[in-house]
């Protein structure tokens, strides 16, 4: 499988068109498309691993499995890009760092019931 088809398989998996990835890493619209006959820049290769939460070497080929998040898991990605997209990248770690903080009290509530039941 080339690097395109892997895009492409895990745009396809998340209901995503590979020109919305293109923009969404400030590519340019078809940027993708060109991979099909030349090799991508490092750093954009590396913008597009890091949206799909897969390591560079998987769109590379070098690495056969890509961890694949299960759709609530895609849910939760997807409200995360939906919600912070108009954020600078202050702002983005803010928010991260917030929902990080929201997670942790939600595990800490969830322990704490169970303790209570059990």
């Not at 890509?66 to 990248?89: C, M, N, W």
């Not at 803010?94 to 169970?114: G, Y």
Request: zero cysteines; charged letters at 35%.
């Amino acid at each position: 499988m080339t690097t395109f088809e892997r895009i492409k398989d895990l745009a396809d998996k998340q209901k995503i068109s590979l020109q919305k990835v293109a923009i969404d890493n400030g590519l340019s619209e078809n940027a993708i498309y060109g991979w099909k006959t030349r090799k991508p820049k490092g750093d954009d290769l590396a913008k597009v691993a890091n949206y799909f939460h897969v390591p560079v070497g998987y769109l590379l080929g070098l690495e056969e499995k890509a961890e694949i998040l299960d759709e609530t898991e895609e849910q939760l990605i997807a409200a995360f890009r939906l919600e912070s997209k108009d954020l600078d990248d202050d702002g983005k770690r803010r928010f991260n760092n917030s929902l990080q903080n929201l997670i942790k009290a939600a595990r800490e509530t969830i322990a704490d019931s169970k303790k209570r039941k059990g």
